[in-house]
């Protein structure tokens, strides 16, 4: 079987991992499951993903770990040109698949995604570009980003200030959208079990998958929340209670 595992809000609470979580993961492993990463968060790059996991004792290589960045990238075609309104985890997803990364001028897509240095003078220069023709790609419209001492602004706040001001539609590549799963079915094929504690996108991308939605409530969903929709296949307070 391979299990699928968000990061945020199911392996950790931005620097502080969720309890039991590595202990979790090497029971699967134990038993000969595969396990594999999909995270909305594009802003890391995918070795600081790998290091981080093996920080908190999750070791992983490259390909496990799947970004709403790969996704979004292959939106674009290559020698094409992109806005980078986001991280460094875009900028290296973008640059693998042979687009030219600028961050003002004339382009081709403004790409937006989850990063701390979003100002005003990125959101202009996003909406210039966008009046001026680029299309507009968000890695995720997740809303809000869970934390150990709350929720704060997710990708899709973003994504939503830079689609007003354009006046556009974007077109999303993460979970729970078809980009993210042409993503999976390439890399990894078959999931059996998707874990993770947002019901509107792991939820969602579960069904889209075909495979078991487990709803953990060690993110943004609580037991407060229940019940949800879609409707899990099941509930655990975390990662460590849902595989036992």
């Known amino acids: ?21 590595a202990e979790a993961v090497a029971r699967l492993r134990d038993r000969g499951e595969r396990v594999v990463f999909l995270t909305n968060n594009s802003s890391p790059t995918v070795d600081d993903y790998v290091k981080k996991l093996a920080g908190m ?12 960045a790969q996704a979004a990238a292959r939106l674009l ?29 004339p382009a081709d897509a403004v790409v937006v995604g989850w990063h701390k240095d979003f100002d ?25 980003y869970p934390t150990p001492t709350g929720q704060l602004p997710g990708g899709g706040a973003l994504l939503a200030a830079v689609a007003t001001a354009g006046g556009v539609t974007p077109m999303v590549a993460g979970k729970p ?7 999976v079915a390439e890399r990894v094929g078959a999931v059996d079990v998707m874990v993770g504690d947002r019901p509107s996108t792991d939820g969602v991308f579960a069904r889209r998958l ?23 296949d099941v509930v655990a307070s975390d990662l460590a209670a849902l595989v036992g």
Do not use: K, Q, Y
């Not at 959208?177 to 993503?183: F, I, N, Q, V, Y």
């Open 177 to 183: 959208h078809l980009p993210m799963a042409d993503l």
């Open 120 to 144: 005003f003078a990125r959101l202009a220069a996003a909406t210039a570009a966008i009046h001026a023709g680029a299309r507009l790609v968000g890695t995720n419209e997740d809303a809000t």
């Open 77 to 105: 075609e290559p020698s094409s040109t992109a806005l980078l309104c986001a991280g460094p985890g875009v900028a290296e997803a973008l640059e693998a698949r042979g687009v030219r990364v600028v961050r003002e001028g």
């Open 210 to 232: 075909e495979a078991r939605f487990a709803l953990v409530l060690s993110g943004v969903t609580s037991a407060a929340h229940l019940p949800v929709a879609p409707v899990p």
């Open 1 to 21: 079987m391979t299990w699928a595992l968000d990061l945020d809000g199911v392996v950790w609470l931005a620097e502080t991992p969720i309890p039991g979580a």
């Open 57 to 68: 004792g999750i070791p992983a290589d490259a390909e496990d770990v799947l970004t709403s």
